[in-house]
């Protein structure tokens, strides 16, 4: 399906999307990607692809809340994936309103560029952090939203834009809801790499709610799955889970990281991690039968073998990582 077809990614220089890019580049596509400009023309996660498939994207940098640089980038694409966005929680404390413009400005001008351009579909990205703290689990996607964070609120807004513009315009979009994903190129930012990078060079773990359990999905699952959505037309105007509808602590996924470097550092909690008690999301265990049905998805790496592969980059790129400290 993907042999010389035109695609677009946005936030391609992230962690998901760089994975998506590979896998489509990979699939035979025509891959052009959306990165957020800076000065020092960097490209992200992108620069850990191959060269071979490096030179094969053609690379636009702009600001998704410019009209004119969005328009550009979707021009003359048969599928838009849109990844883009300003993602960390904490982040959102601090810069509420450029979380809210980048992610739900930013959203409408690939929704009306996709729209005037006649793009035939859009794969348009959520969280399960628009869920907030679960009613009941699993969680389907007739779950209450919640906006728990500035960050959470700004994502369900984005999420109900794509809605409309499938409801008002026939525009051909696919919601993905991702619970949350993990492996090579994620920052410190996200849990996963927090945890593994002090287990391999710290005496304590340092975290935040060592209870909250979550659901995790190693990244190329996540990537095959944003994939089956753009091939599957039963899949429009639909919002999908992608999660492995298996859950775990924090704590407990803690030790599993510490017996698998083995490292005897100590669990602490640190306060400065912790959210707000009411932006708190204590659980998130995906419903993923909408997935297989729709997609015919489901995940392939275990978390045990997924762990493994991400110790074992993180290991060889440690010295990226600001150990220890709290990224936002």
Request: hydrophobic share 40%; net charge neutral; glycine share 8%.
């Amino acid at each position: 399906m993907w042999e010389q077809k035109q695609v677009l990614v946005t936030g391609a220089g992230g962690f998901i999307g760089s994975h998506l890019t590979e896998a489509l580049v990979r699939a035979g596509a025509k891959v052009r990607v959306f990165i957020r400009y800076n000065s020092g023309n960097g490209r992200g996660n992108l620069e850990d692809l191959e060269p071979g498939v490096l030179e094969q994207i053609e690379i636009i940098a702009g600001d998704l809340r410019d009209t004119d640089a969005v328009e550009r980038s979707v021009k003359g694409c048969n599928a838009v994936f849109h990844l883009g966005a300003l993602v960390g929680i904490p982040y959102s404390y601090k810069n509420p309103r450029e979380v809210v413009e980048t992610n739900i400005l930013g959203t409408f001008n690939i929704l009306t560029a996709a729209r005037d351009h006649g793009a035939e579909r859009v794969i348009h990205t959520s969280t399960s952090e628009v869920y907030g703290s679960a009613c009941y689990v699993p969680i389907d996607e007739a779950h209450p939203l919640q906006g728990q964070s500035p960050y959470s609120a700004s994502k369900i807004g984005a999420d109900k834009l794509a809605e409309s513009f499938y409801d008002s315009f026939e525009l051909p979009v696919v919601t993905i809801r991702p619970f949350n994903c993990y492996g090579p190129r994620q920052s410190a930012r996200a849990v996963i790499p927090t945890l593994i990078t002090q287990a391999l060079a710290c005496e304590e773990i340092r975290l935040g709610n060592t209870e909250a359990l979550r659901d995790f999905t190693y990244v190329t699952d996540t990537a095959q799955a944003f994939i089956k959505a753009a091939e599957a037309r039963e899949a429009f105007g639909k919002v999908i889970n992608v999660g492995s509808g298996k859950e775990i602590s924090i704590g407990e996924l803690a030790r599993i990281i510490l017996n698998s470097v083995q490292s005897t550092a100590k669990i602490v909690t640190d306060e400065s991690r912790i959210r707000p008690s009411r932006s708190e999301v204590n659980r998130l265990l995906a419903d993923n039968r909408a997935a297989k049905k729709v997609l015919g998805w489901e995940p392939a790496v275990s978390l045990a073998d997924g762990v493994k592969r991400t110790v074992d980059w993180i290991a060889a790129h440690l010295n990226r990582f600001q150990i220890g400290k709290y990224q936002m």
